[in-house]
Structure formats: C-alpha cells, structure tokens
C-alpha cells in the first residue's frame, strides 16, 4: 500500500466519510446506502454524532456491491454477499502474507 493510500486510510478511519459523501465517491443515491443499511448488508461504524460515518472499509464494500449490482445485474443480497467472501479472501491473504506463507 502507497504512503498515498495509508494518509487516506488514516483520515477516513479518523473522522469518516458522511452519508452524502460515500453517495458521491460511489455515484450512488443517498437512498441507495440508506436503503443497504436497512437491509443489513452495510454497517456503518457506531453513531458517536447525529448523522453515520463510514470508514476506508465501508467505501471498499459499497464499490464492490455497486459493481457487481450494475456490471452483473445481481440482486442486492447476491452482490453482499459476493462482497462478504472478497472481505473474508483478502482478510485470509493478508493472514498468509503475515505468516509468510504466500
């Protein structure tokens, strides 16, 4: 990972991005998120204000249900949890990569 990318990642894990913002940065509907959370298939990270903050890991999550919901037509539920194993592989790959295994 770039420093780059590191400097982001510890913003976004220090404030968070807003509704409206994570909306913007994924060309989606604020109604499309709210909608997501309902359904439990995206968890913001714990109210500490008035409004939801959503971290590094809830932008990675949207892209990735975003895109398999537009480029493969998949029902929201599919698309969750297609995201779900990704999240558990790359959780899996970092393991190996810090037993040096991989």
Known sequence: MSSAENLIDAVLED?????????????VEPEWIT?????GWLNPLPQQQSE??????HLLRVRRIVSLERNF???????ALVADMQ??????R???RRAGLE
């Open 15 to 27: 404030s968070g991005l807003t509704l409206q913002q994570l909306a913007a940065i994924c060309a």
């Open 35 to 39: 909608r997501h959370i309902e359904e």
């Open 73 to 79: 037509e998949a029902l929201p539920e599919l698309a």
């Open 87 to 92: 999240e558990e592989i790359d959780d899996l």
């Open 52 to 57: 939801w903050r959503f971290s590094s890991a």
């Open 94 to 96: 970092r393991r190996l």
